[in-house]
């Protein structure tokens, strides 16, 4: 009964604590490109889900591309990508912490609506 109680119980929080995107493989990620040489403007994607084992510079490139063609053809490079994360939610709130310390260093935040699409 005792197994059987705690085996009930351990279905039941794994119910409520929702999909764990590390059973799908997916995690959450954001990008930045600061423009060189003083990080002005910063530019920030949206939060976005890929694979965990995605290769980096694939995200940082297809970024550059976006913002050299959509929003300033100067910035062509210099993306950081950040992640893994476990929840779309803790991408966000890192999104939003990096958003306030560039607007509180002076910094121009512009906000794109991009989001990463691996090409298959």
Known sequence: MTQRLGLVCALVLAALAGPVS??????????????????????YSSVFRAERGIYPPAMQNAFDGHISARHDPDAMSGTICF?????????????EDSMARSQRAGRHV???GWGYAAHK
């Open 110 to 112: 512009i906000v794109t």
């Open 83 to 95: 992640g893994p994360f476990e929840s779309y939610r803790e991408a966000m709130e890192d999104k």
């Open 22 to 43: 590390a059973q799908t493989n997916q995690a959450y990620f954001y990008c930045q490109l600061a423009k060189k040489p003083y990080g002005d403007p910063s530019f």
